[in-house]
Nanobody
Framework: QVQLVESGGDLVQPGGSLRLSCAAS????????MGWFRQASGKERELVGV???????TYADAVKGRFTISRDNAKNTAYLQMNSLKPEDTAVYYC???????????????WGTGTLVTVSS
């Protein structure tokens, strides 16, 4: 079994910063892609950004220049550094990963349970 566990969600003031973490555990063979999605109240889940195991990143236009995704392959952990936060960044943030396990070579999609980020004064 594979698990993704997020941490770091909190209440932060506009203009502030926050760092989210996502740790993958289980019978993992490789993690080609890790990343983050978010879902605001009443809206659909949307891409924040992703990072490959070689460090290539892709970001949504709404967060470019403010958010940075990184990962520690040795720890199977991804990070989302969020700076210059705005009220419209308020959402539940979900960790996402494509993972191959030791028993199944085809990459499957996995999701965390989400962590709430609230940007408000």
């Amino acid at each position: 079994q594979v698990q993704l566990v997020e941490s770091g969600g909190d209440l932060v003031q506009p203009g502030g910063s926050l760092r989210l973490s996502c740790a993958a555990s289980g019978s993992i063979f490789s993690i080609p892609t890790m990343g983050w999605f978010r879902q605001a109240s009443g809206k659909e889940r949307e891409l924040v950004g992703v990072i490959t195991d070689r460090g290539t990143t892709t970001y949504a236009d709404a967060v470019k220049g403010r958010f940075t995704i990184s990962r520690d392959n040795a720890k199977n952990t991804a990070y989302l550094q969020m700076n210059s936060l705005k009220p419209e960044d308020t959402a539940v943030y979900y960790c996402y990963a494509q993972i191959t396990t030791t028993t199944f070579a085809v990459a499957m999609n996995y999701w965390g349970t989400g962590t709430l980020v609230t940007v408000s004064s």
